[in-house]
């Protein structure tokens, strides 16, 4: 068994692939439009789908937002310097919504950043 992907409801898909193209440096894999259903569903990640994990992006063509709920928790990424990968994407344009430095009671660096949609993401240093 393998993980396979993350899906994420999107209110607009090309400020969505924006960001995490051009801000955390992701690759476009693939995208399809359904028009019967009204929907699109765009997949990107740093390798192939048949190697690593990644993300489905999910945009409902009638929904322009949502309600991330008190479950979700967030997406993490693994980056060598969570300081640098901050200063990254505040130059991008990006939304850093906790400075990077040690988590509380522990050592590893880790900081939070945020997509247009409101979702969080945790770089991890390593």
Same mark, same amino acid.
């Given at each position: 068994? #393998?993980?396979?992907?993350?899906?994420?409801?999107? +209110?607009?898909? %090309? #400020?969505?692939?924006a960001f995490y =193209? %051009?801000? @955390? /440096?992701?690759? @476009? @894999?693939?995208? =399809?439009? *359904? !028009? /019967? +259903?009204?929907f699109t569903l765009a997949f990107v990640g740093y390798g192939a789908e048949e190697e690593q994990t990644v993300l489905e992006l999910t945009h409902n063509w009638d929904t322009e937002s949502y309600e991330l709920g008190n479950g979700y928790g967030h997406i993490a990424i693994e980056v060598p310097d969570a300081y640098a990968a901050c200063d990254m994407v505040r130059a991008k344009g990006g939304k850093v919504s906790r400075e990077a430095g040690p988590m509380k009671h522990g050592t590893t660096v880790?900081?939070?950043? %945020? /997509? !247009? /949609? +409101? *979702?969080?993401? %945790?770089?991890? =240093? #390593?």
């Open positions: 068994m #393998r993980l396979l992907h993350t899906m994420l409801r999107v +209110g607009n898909l %090309e #400020r969505s692939l =193209q %051009e801000v @955390l /440096d992701m690759k @476009l @894999l693939r995208r =399809q439009d *359904y !028009p /019967d +259903g009204r880790i900081a939070f950043v %945020e /997509d !247009p /949609d +409101g *979702y969080k993401i %945790e770089f991890i =240093q #390593r």
